[in-house]
């Protein structure tokens, strides 16, 4: 039983790059998030989706776009990456909305 | 919509003394509260959470919390920590039953370091 996995754990981009971080759970969760941590700034949530198919903004969705075509899974993507978006990114999934939640290990971001 | 507030951003305290992080939330309606710990280079995971019943909840580690409606406080709590408790400790609050407003809501974090 892994959890929560992403991939990949860190990468460089130049700006106007483009990527996609995939986050994977096997503990059949409906609902997945993806959150950027700054320092001093907690974590924000950027997209979540309530079950396959379904993805939602949340406070801090522009500049990304995700994609929720397996319930295992959840994919963020950057179309052209700003240094604004040098982050650490954590995926998290839940059994229930409001209830706990399992997060990954974190994917090290930085735009040059 | 909900709000959390943790007003101490960085906390220093010498090993074995006991500690009290504070958290404040704001919303109308019932909340569910949690504490999660973030050690270096890694991710969250759960320490403690209220989501109805005894008001002072234990976690892990020997960590606990008192959820106070009227003051509208979560703090935790330790009575003695060691040097493995240092790390970043976030507070996060949902609103029960309310569509749009299930999902967690993070405070900015605080910092403890523990002092040999």
């Known amino acids: 039983n892994a959890g929560v996995t992403q991939t990949p754990k860190f990468r460089v981009l130049k700006t106007g790059q483009s990527m996609t971080l995939l986050c994977a759970q096997d503990m059949n969760h409906e609902y997945m998030y993806w959150y950027r941590q700054d320092p001093g700034m907690g974590l924000r949530l950027i997209h979540y989706s309530v079950g396959e198919g379904t993805t939602a903004k949340g406070e801090v969705p522009d500049g990304y776009n995700v994609s929720r075509l397996k319930k295992q899974n959840f994919l963020l993507g950057l179309e052209s990456a700003a240094p604004s978006q040098t982050s650490v990114y954590f995926c998290?999934?839940?059994?229930?909305?409001?209830?706990?939640?399992?997060f990954g290990p974190g994917t090290r971001l930085t735009v040059l | 919509a909900q709000s959390v507030t943790q007003l101490d951003s960085q906390v220093p305290v010498f090993e074995e003394a006991p500690v009290e992080l504070r958290c404040n939330y704001s919303s109308s309606v019932s909340v569910y509260l949690f504490w999660y710990v973030q050690y270096p280079n890694q991710g969250l995971q759960l320490l403690l959470k209220y989501l109805s019943g005894s008001t002072l909840v234990k976690g892990i580690n020997g960590f606990e919390a008192e959820f106070n409606k009227s003051q509208t406080s979560f703090h935790l709590r330790k009575p003695s920590v060691h040097i493995s408790d240092t790390a970043e400790y976030f507070c996060a609050v949902s609103e029960s039953g309310v569509f749009g407003n299930e999902k967690l809501t993070f405070g900015t974090g605080t910092r403890l370091t523990i002092i040999p």
């Open positions: 998290a999934s839940s059994y229930t909305i409001a209830g706990e939640q399992f």
